[in-house]
């Protein structure tokens, strides 16, 4: 029961900083008091959030190194893309073909992540990250020859080349190494704030269920939980899909935030970038992948003012936080003072 | 003849994956760690390769030997100060601590040398005199009439590699340092009791790691003349890939996994396509893992309970 209340506590302050952040910046976007270099970034924000959160999800919670998220992202980004563009007459309201786009996405995203999880989730360990980012480059290499139109007889798709032949007033969607171009831009923040929050309110309640304990106790022994009867294989697929579908949504949200968007974005480096976040937040620790994510999106941006030196800076950081965090005289100072605040958690 | 043309290109690509993948399966095999920071290694053992010839003017082979001092001490210098204080931590922890040395690398390239593509001169032709009396350049020699074409870079890079590949097995076998590093990737902790010196051990380790990366750099870059901050990366990739093909942690199955990865890669281009070729690669890797998980010549691990 105590342990419940403490999940709740911390569950209940990552919705509240979430909120205030929305609540701080939504008004100063309307007023326009944020400058444009902020206000171009809140939704890539957002979508990397999400993207952070999701990786949380297989690495924090089911234990499992995936270096090919931006895979999922990708399959989101191209699914959550050609939807909004062939709905653009369809549907006339933004924020609907927005929702409609980033449900199309994580279907997809999640679609694939099933496929990808019959043999993946087979494996175990380093062997597990090295097929996760062989299908990340798999993925990105399919997208990178894949062309996909649409005219008056419906969708047509051919590989390599364009042997699409659409009709005259037909509309190219996705042209292979091009990838999409004219994306109508209708990602808002407030679309991605709701995404988060929608993140955040699954993967919450996942971990508090029945399953999400079943995935914890695969990942602190995956023997232990085979023995008392714990259908391993179903498990570890749910949390991964689940994983694949926000990542999905999170492409879509990336996508439409941009006129065009091609394959090579969610490559390799992409993955990598992600799983910093969430390391650098700590492995299960949401509201840490959120302040993450959002800072270290932001800070390459703010090291502007060192040009051409800012990203050998976030290198350096990258290294001393990762040395730092790990020093074990610094972790005993910490460890002296943290059980004091614990105590005083638990008696108020 | 074209196949045996493609058989031969790939072999040579497929050293080149060999040796850099031999760095990688190394330094997991000691360290249990995936050093990302390896592809970029490759890229400054390049760089050192391609100033000490043409802007010093020195000899290719002073240059190739530059290189391997140059790599050798930045991979000594990167274990003692980014890998060394996280011996005890998480592995993922020093994932990506070795990802912030792959970006601090690939940037301090970046500022040094520009993003300007260098063009690398191919260091192994031959000079001769033609009938008109012009200096002319010869890169490789022809068989069966003309049909089949190989250059020296092909045959220095397959020669290069198999040498490099005895000397590491007799290295591991048969000298006392060998030992130790077999010793101290079979138990860290019983290894020290033995009297194994393990924090030298896996500097040496990334030493020659990273001595080995500086020779397939110059390879790379001799065969694929372009050289830019990010040349080390797929390369990188692709031999952590031949790696964990052959089996992390064994050194004939990194010269298997290079070799297969690099026939295969260039056999997809060859007959498949070019530009679905990486995605050939990888689509094998995977079904290969799934039929034998710990890699061609991996040991497989009893789980205990």
């Not at chain 1, 659409?166 to 004219?182: C, K, Q, S, T, V």
């Not at chain 1, 050998?312 to 610094?330: G, H, Q, S």
């Not at chain 2, 391997?68 to 922890?93: D, F, N």
């Not at chain 2, 690669?281 to 789980?303: N, S, T, W």
Request: with cysteine; proline share 3%; charged share 10%.
């Amino acid at each position: 029961m105590m342990n419940r209340n403490k999940n709740f506590g911390r569950n209940l302050l990552t919705f509240a900083v979430v909120i205030a952040a929305y609540a701080i910046l939504q008004p100063m976007v309307l007023a326009g008091s944020v400058s444009a270099t902020l206000k171009g970034m809140l939704v890539p924000i957002c979508a990397y959030v999400a993207m952070a959160l999701s990786l949380n999800l297989t690495v924090g919670v089911l234990g499992e190194l995936s270096l090919g998220h931006a895979g999922f992202m990708s399959v989101g980004a191209f699914a959550g893309a050609t939807t909004a563009i062939a709905l653009q007459q369809a549907v006339a309201s933004a924020p609907l073909r927005l929702a409609i786009a980033l449900a199309v996405a994580a279907v997809f995203a999640a679609l694939v992540g099933f496929l990808i999880g019959i043999p993946v989730l087979r494996l175990n360990g380093d062997y597990l990250a090295i097929v996760t980012l062989a299908f990340g480059e798999i993925i990105k290499s399919i997208f990178n020859n894949l062309y996909l139109g649409l005219d008056d007889r419906g969708f047509h798709v051919s590989l390599l080349e364009d042997r699409t032949g659409l009709a005259e007033e037909g509309r190219m969607i996705i042209a292979g190494p091009m990838g999409i171009g004219n994306i109508p831009k209708i990602a808002s923040f407030t679309g991605g704030f709701i995404l988060i929050l929608l993140c955040l309110a699954v993967i919450f309640n996942l971990v508090n269920s029945r399953q999400g304990r079943a995935v914890m106790a695969i990942r602190d022994n995956r023997i232990a939980a085979e023995s008392v009867g714990i259908p391993v294989t179903k498990y570890k697929m749910m949390a991964f899909v689940i994983s694949a579908a926000m990542a999905g949504a999170a492409g879509a949200l990336f996508s439409l935030n941009y006129s065009t968007v091609v394959a090579n974005k969610f490559d390799f480096n992409t993955s990598i970038l992600i799983l910093v976040f969430v390391v650098f937040g700590g492995l299960g620790n949401m509201l840490g992948s959120v302040i993450a994510a959002a800072a270290l999106t932001i800070l390459p941006e703010a090291l502007r003012s060192f040009s051409n030196y800012r990203m050998l800076i976030y290198a350096i950081v990258l290294i001393l936080v990762m040395l730092a965090t790990n020093n074990p005289t610094l972790k005993m100072l910490i460890g002296r003072t943290i059980p004091k605040r614990k105590g005083a958690a638990e008696s108020a | 003849m074209g196949f045996l043309g493609f058989l031969i290109s790939g072999i040579s690509l497929g050293s080149i994956y060999a040796i850099i993948a031999l760095g990688y399966t190394m330094v997991y095999g000691i360290a249990k760690m995936l050093n990302f920071a390896h592809g970029d290694v490759i890229m400054v053992g390049a760089y050192i390769c391609f100033f000490a010839v043409s802007k010093y003017h020195l000899p290719p082979l002073v240059g190739v030997l530059a290189a391997m001092a140059v790599c050798t001490a930045l991979g000594i210098v990167i274990e003692k100060l980014a890998y060394k204080p996280l011996r005890q931590a998480t592995s993922l922890a020093v994932l990506i601590t070795a990802i912030g040395v792959s970006y601090f690398l690939q940037n301090a390239a970046l500022l040094l040398w520009t993003s300007s593509p260098k063009v690398f001169s191919n260091p192994f032709i031959r000079q001769t005199v033609n009938e008109a009396g012009k200096k002319i350049k010869i890169t490789g020699f022809q068989l069966f009439d003309g049909q089949l074409r190989i250059s020296y870079v092909t045959v220095v890079t397959i020669v290069v590699c198999l040498v490099i590949m005895a000397a590491l097995v007799l290295f591991t076998g048969k000298t006392k340092m060998g030992k130790a590093m077999r010793a101290c990737s079979e138990d860290k902790g019983a290894a020290q009791l033995m009297g194994i010196n393990v924090d030298t051990t896996i500097s040496v380790t990334f030493a020659i790691g990273s001595g080995l990366a500086a020779i397939a750099g110059v390879l790379l870059c001799s065969a694929y003349p372009t050289l830019v901050p990010t040349t080390g990366s797929m390369p990188g990739i692709k031999a952590f890939t031949a790696a964990v093909f052959g089996g992390i942690g064994s050194i004939p199955g990194a010269l298997l996994g290079g070799l297969l990865l690099g026939i295969i890669e260039i056999m997809a281009k060859a007959y498949i396509s070019t530009q679905m070729s990486d995605a050939v690669v990888f689509l094998v890797l995977i079904l290969v893992l799934l039929v034998k998980p710990a890699g061609l010549l991996g040991k497989k691990v009893r789980e205990k309970v």
